[in-house]
């Protein structure tokens, strides 16, 4: 099976469920249709940010897991897509 790999260009998401008391939230890659579950945050400041996002938002994030068997995902920026 191969590994699964951080996209540094970042990817676009939709928040499914909003982030919880516990930090945790899920998106979907909508590229993809694949399901995330973001629970940790490189910065306070990007916590904060993807905190107030409301459901069916949709963000160009990038993210890398953290681990190799859990669907638990690291938060690591926001990127402003390139034009084509």
Known sequence: ??????????ETVRVVRPMN???????EVE?????RHVVEYATPELE???RALPAGTSIPLVLEPLGVRA????????RTPRPA
């Open 1 to 10: 099976m191969a590994a699964v790999r951080q996209n540094a260009e970042g």
């Open 21 to 27: 008391d516990h930090g945790a939230m899920t998106v």
């Open 71 to 78: 669907n638990a995902w690291r938060a690591v920026e926001i």
């Open 48 to 50: 904060s940010t993807l």
């Open 31 to 35: 590229e993809r249709n694949a399901t």
